[in-house]
C-alpha cells in the first residue's frame, strides 16, 4: 500500500522568507500527490496536485509544489511566506481509487512576523 | 458551490448516548468519504461510498459505528453507545468520481467530545 511521509512535525519561518513543507512518498506505479491546508477549526482545503505532466505544480494562495521522481518527494514551496499561511499542511498519496489515499502526519506551519 | 455540509458542527455528549452525524455531499460528487481525525492517530479514512454503495468499510473502528448513505444527496455516521475514546473530529469528504487523481473536498468538520 502507497505511504505518505512527513518528516518534519513543525516548521518555523519568518515572514517574507520562502518557506519549504517536506513530502516524501511511496508507492506502486504512477504516484498521484496532493496537498491540503487545514486551519484551525476548519476542515481541509485542497492546494494542488499532481497527476501528470510539468512537475512544477502551481496551486492556491501562491504555492507551488516539485514532483521528484527520482527521490520520490513533493515538496511544497512558496516564494515568501505570509503570517496568514500559519496553518496544518498534509501531504496525501493516491493510488488507483481515491480510497487508498494516505494522508501523511501533517506538518505546523508557523510563520512569524 | 455551497461545499460540503456537515452537521452538528460540535456536539457534546454523555457516553453511552446515541450520536448521528450528517453530511451532505458536493452536488454531482458521486464519492463519499467518513474520516476521522485525533492527535493520536491523525487522519483516518473510516468509510468510502461510491454512488451511494459502501466500498470499503475497514476503517470503521468497531460495531458500534454505522454509515449509511440512503441517496446521493445524503449521508449519516451514527456511534452507538458513544466512548470517551470516540472524541474526535469527523469529516465528511466527497469527489466527483474515485478515479485516479479525483481531488476530494473536506466538509468543515464535526467536532464530538463525549464525556
Known amino acids: 500500500a502507497q505511504s505518505v511521509a512527513q518528516p518534519e512535525d513543525q516548521v518555523n519561518v519568518a515572514e517574507g522568507n520562502p518557506l519549504t513543507v517536506k513530502c516524501t512518498y511511496s508507492?506502486?506505479?504512477?504516484?498521484?500527490l496532493f496537498w491540503y491546508v487545514q486551519y484551525p477549526n476548519r476542515g481541509l482545503q485542497f492546494l494542488l496536485k499532481y497527476i501528470t505532466g510539468d512537475n512544477l505544480v502551481k496551486g492556491s494562495y501562491g504555492f507551488e509544489a516539485e514532483f521528484n521522481k527520482s527521490q520520490t518527494s513533493f515538496h511544497l514551496k512558496k516564494p515568501s511566506a505570509l503570517v496568514s499561511d500559519s496553518a496544518l499542511y498534509f501531504c496525501a498519496v493516491g493510488a488507483i481509487n481515491n480510497n487508498d489515499m494516505r494522508f501523511g502526519a501533517g506538518t505546523r506551519l508557523t510563520v512569524k512576523p | 458551490d455551497a461545499g460540503v455540509i456537515q452537521s452538528p458542527r460540535h456536539e457534546v455528549t454523555e457516553m453511552g448516548q446515541e450520536v448521528t452525524l450528517r453530511c451532505k455531499p458536493i452536488s454531482g460528487h458521486n464519492s463519499l468519504f467518513w474520516y476521522r481525525q485525533t492527535m493520536m492517530r491523525g487522519l483516518e479514512l473510516l468509510i468510502y461510498f461510491n454512488n451511494n454503495v459502501p466500498i470499503d468499510d475497514s476503517g470503521m473502528p468497531e460495531d458500534r459505528f454505522s454509515a449509511k448513505m440512503p441517496n446521493a444527496s445524503f449521508s449519516t455516521l451514527k456511534i452507538q453507545p458513544s466512548e470517551p475514546r470516540d472524541s474526535a473530529v469527523y469529516f465528511c469528504a466527497s469527489s466527483f468520481g474515485a478515479g485516479t487523481g479525483n481531488t476530494i473536498y473536506f466538509g468543515e468538520g464535526s467536532w464530538l467530545t463525549v464525556v
Open positions: 508507492v506502486s506505479g504512477n504516484p498521484y
